[in-house]
Structure formats: C-alpha cells, structure tokens
C-alpha cells in the first residue's frame, strides 16, 4: 500500500505557475502509474494527469493539455505536476493517487490535496 502527500498548492493569479509534489511512501511506488486528480467546488473530482511507471508515457486532460506537465522521480518517491498558465477555472483541491494507466482509475485512498486557488 503507498500513502500519498501532497503539496506545492496555494494562492496565485491568474497567468502564473505552480509545482505540485505528491511524495509516496512504500517501496512500490515505482511500480505503479500515478495520476493527479482534482476537485472544484461543487463539482466532482476530476482527471488531470496521469504517467506511467517509468515516466515514458503521458496523458492529460483537454483542459489542461499544453499548460501542465506531469513527471516522477522514482528514486525519490515523488510525483510532480508543474501547472503554467493557471486559469481561475484551475482552482481546486488537487490529489495524487495510483493509477491503472489504461482506464484512468484511481486504485488507492486519497490523501489531504493541496489546494490551488488562482484569482482573475
């Protein structure tokens, strides 16, 4: 079982940038794809991002594609979600978790997020 925290999240304006962290315990991080979720308020959560094992492969949703960037250091244990060019329609509670990389599911708990709130 890997246990997810994140964190990076806060208070930014529209058109700037954040970097998300969401470190893993448990000696099979390594061995799972890992996803970013999120959840706006009053909405339910939703797919951001997700990479596979190794880092070679990525998808994104079309919300996001060409201003956020996933990655993972494996010998670190940590997932990475660099966000650019946030938009207000960006600001959410931001999660981690593992992934079955092939439908996009979720496979573990979720974890506190780290809230991102970007003004107008």
């Known amino acids: 079982q890997v246990q997810l925290v994140e964190s990076g999240g806060g208070l930014v304006q529209a058109g700037g940038s954040l970097r998300l962290s969401c470190a893993a315990s448990g000696r099979t991080f390594s061995s799972y794809a890992m996803g970013w979720f999120r959840r706006a308020p009053g909405k339910e959560r939703e797919f951001v991002a997700r990479i596979n094992w190794n880092g070679g492969s990525t998808r994104y949703a079309d919300s996001v594609k060409g201003r956020f960037t996933i990655s993972r250091d494996n010998a670190k244990n940590t997932v990475y979600l660099q966000m650019n060019n946030l938009k207000p329609e960006d600001t959410a509670v931001y999660y981690c978790?593992?992934?079955?990389?092939?439908?996009?599911?979720?496979?573990?708990?979720w974890g506190q997020g780290t809230q991102v709130t970007v003004s107008s």
């Open positions: 978790n593992a992934v079955n990389y092939g439908m996009g599911n979720s496979l573990g708990d």
